[in-house]
Nanobody
């Protein structure tokens, strides 16, 4: 059973920065695509960013130029660097791992952007 553990969430002022981390259990981390999603209260869970095993990245339009996804295969960890945060970025952020159609999710970490 794969376990994904997110960390790094918290309260930040508009314009601030946060870095989220997600560490995965299990082997062969480097072979799997990873992603970050977010869910605001009363809304569906939406894609934020993804990174493939080949390190190709994809971003939602709303975060392009502000967020950066990266991975460290030696640490089984994927990161989400978030800059210029806005109140509308407030949500629970989840990471996932796609193992050829089997998708595993973490428990989520809360990010609140407020003055």
């Amino acid at each position: 059973q794969v376990q994904l553990v997110e960390s790094g969430g918290g309260l930040v002022q508009p314009g601030g920065s946060l870095t989220l981390s997600c560490t995965a259990s299990g082997s062969n981390f480097r072979f799997y695509d990873m992603g970050w999603y977010r869910q605001a209260p009363g809304k569906q869970r939406d894609l934020v960013a993804t990174i493939t095993s080949a390190r190709s990245t994809n971003y939602a339009d709303s975060v392009k130029g502000r967020f950066t996804i990266s991975r460290d295969n030696t640490k089984n960890t994927v990161y989400l660097q978030m800059n210029s945060l806005k109140p509308e970025d407030t949500a629970v952020y989840y990471c996932n791992q796609n193992r050829g159609g089997y998708v595993y999710w973490g428990q989520g970490t809360q990010v609140t952007v407020s003055s």
